[in-house]
Structure formats: structure tokens, C-alpha cells
């Protein structure tokens, strides 16, 4: 019996390391907090400007709100914003990403608007470091996780307004490889309670889920789902390791409000925020 419980002491103690995120940098991180962020853009899949979309990007510029957009390559190796991996639901193409050429993708309209995929380099020539953006890796597979994250570092080696950049994924090793090879820019580890997803991937997800790959990423900020905000691993993050919380996705000024206490950043959609914000 006594063994047991020295195990049971060891596990929970080496739970406890492998989550620990670090000290962070929250200082670097307040350029994030200053006013929330425009998931996708500041958009309207129901009119001219769908998510992802040029014209939502300049909406959330115009607004002042930072942007969340979501990074993937394509077959040719050029970087584009587009949440899915395959195409169907925003642009009624039931093809992936990475088996579409960018003139291929071009060629789509998002939602039956005017607007197309745009490459991320052409986003970034828009912004020009007016708001602060939150770059979302997509990684369906390692290869994936790891190429997109050095291509999307290499435009932003020349990009003007890159320490307004951070980046984030649910694929740890994106945010490893920029801990290594770009440390100085900010990352944050993207998380829920990951449901519906079948057994075997459930599984394969529980280290993620209970974010116990923090020790080898040193993510400088948590991403986590706002309605999982109760889980005790998130509460470990917030309250114990005292850490840099985003919430996503926030749908109402209501959500914002009652969840002021639980996270610094807010990545909402669907309204816009009070003015006079949150912080």
C-alpha cells in the first residue's frame, strides 16, 4: 500500500512539472490585452466579409481589434489564412489545403461572397503592424505542424510590425519549434477538453488537453476553449502557475463580462465588444 502511494505522489508530482508553462513573458504579452481580438477577422459569413477574408481583416484594422487568422500551405508551398482543412464548407470546394495549388485556391470565393483565400503574406502587407495579430498554425500532422511553422517564421523575419505578432496551435511541436528556432517571439499552447473525437484520438489528445507538453514548449501564453473554463487543469494554469490566459471563442459581451476574472485576452466573434472593453 505504501508504494502505491509513493507512485501516486511521484505521478502527480511529475503532472504537476510537465504542466508548469514557465514564468512566461506577461509584460510582452500586454499588447494582446489592450483591446480583444477579432477571431477570424472581424467578419460576417453571411455577407462581404466572411472569416478569414481580406475585407474582415480590414474591418478588425479599422475597429482597432487585434486578429486571430489560421495559417496553412499549400500544394506549391505558399501560405494562406483559412480556418478548414478541407474547403467545402467555406467555399463549397471538397478538397484539402495541401492538394490545391494557390491558383487553384484563388480561384474559390469564400461563403458565395467576392472574397478569396488570401495568401498570408498579402495580410500581412495589409496590416502592416497597425493591430496585433494572434497566428494560429495549423497542424493536422507533424510534417504539417512543423514546415507551416518555419515558412509562416520566415515571412515574418522581414515583416515590420513582427513584434506584434504571436503565434499559437494545438500541435505542440509548432509551438516546440518556435521556442527553438524563433524564441524571441511570443507562443501560446491552444487547448479544450477535446470531445467527440473517438477513443483512440481522445486518447492520443489527453496530453494536450491536460497541457502536460508546457515543460518542453514554455508557452508563454494558455488558449483555452471559454466554455472548459472550469476544468481543474485550466484552473491550475490560471490560479496556481499563474499564467497568461486567452479565451476563445467568445460569442457575447455577457461571456466577456462573467469571464473577466478567468483570462487576459478575449478572442470573440458574432458582436462587437463594449468599448470600453473588459481590461
Known amino acids: 500500500m505504501q508504494i502505491v502511494v509513493i507512485v501516486i505522489i511521484a505521478a502527480v508530482v511529475l503532472a504537476f512539472l510537465a504542466m508548469n508553462p514557465g514564468r512566461g513573458r506577461p509584460e510582452e ?107 494560429e498554425i495549423k497542424g493536422d500532422t507533424l510534417d504539417m505542424a512543423l514546415q507551416t511553422s518555419e515558412k509562416a517564421a520566415q515571412l515574418l523575419d522581414s515583416y515590420a510590425g513582427k513584434s506584434s505578432v504571436c503565434m499559437e496551435s494545438f500541435h505542440p511541436a509548432a509551438v516546440w519549434w518556435y521556442r527553438k528556432h524563433r524564441p524571441e517571439m511570443l507562443r501560446g499552447q491552444l487547448s479544450e477538453r477535446f470531445q467527440g473525437f473517438g477513443p483512440h484520438m481522445s486518447a492520443a489528445l489527453v496530453p494536450v488537453s491536460f497541457l502536460m507538453t508546457n515543460f518542453l514548449t514554455r508557452p508563454d501564453f494558455i488558449a483555452y476553449n471559454l466554455r472548459h473554463r472550469g476544468l481543474l487543469r485550466f484552473r491550475i494554469q490560471r490560479h496556481l502557475f499563474r499564467a497568461v490566459c486567452a479565451a476563445w471563442t467568445v460569442r457575447s459581451q455577457k461571456q466577456m463580462d462573467e469571464a473577466a476574472d478567468d483570462f487576459d485576452i478575449f478572442i470573440f466573434e458574432g458582436f462587437e465588444p463594449r468599448e470600453d472593453g473588459h481590461v
Open 29 to 135: 504579452m500586454r499588447a494582446f490585452m489592450r483591446r480583444p481580438v477579432a477571431h477570424r477577422g472581424l467578419h460576417d459569413n453571411k455577407g462581404e466579409a466572411p472569416e478569414n477574408s481580406m475585407a474582415a481583416y480590414r474591418l478588425a484594422v479599422q475597429r482597432g481589434y487585434g486578429i486571430e487568422l489560421d495559417v496553412r500551405e499549400t500544394k506549391d508551398g505558399q501560405l494562406v489564412t483559412v480556418h478548414d482543412r478541407n474547403l467545402k464548407r467555406v467555399a463549397g470546394c471538397d478538397r484539402c489545403v495541401e492538394d490545391l495549388t494557390i491558383d487553384e485556391i484563388k480561384a474559390l470565393k469564400l461563403f458565395g461572397s467576392e472574397e478569396r483565400i488570401p495568401r498570408f503574406a498579402d495580410v500581412l502587407a495589409m496590416v502592416g503592424g497597425r493591430v496585433p495579430i494572434v497566428m
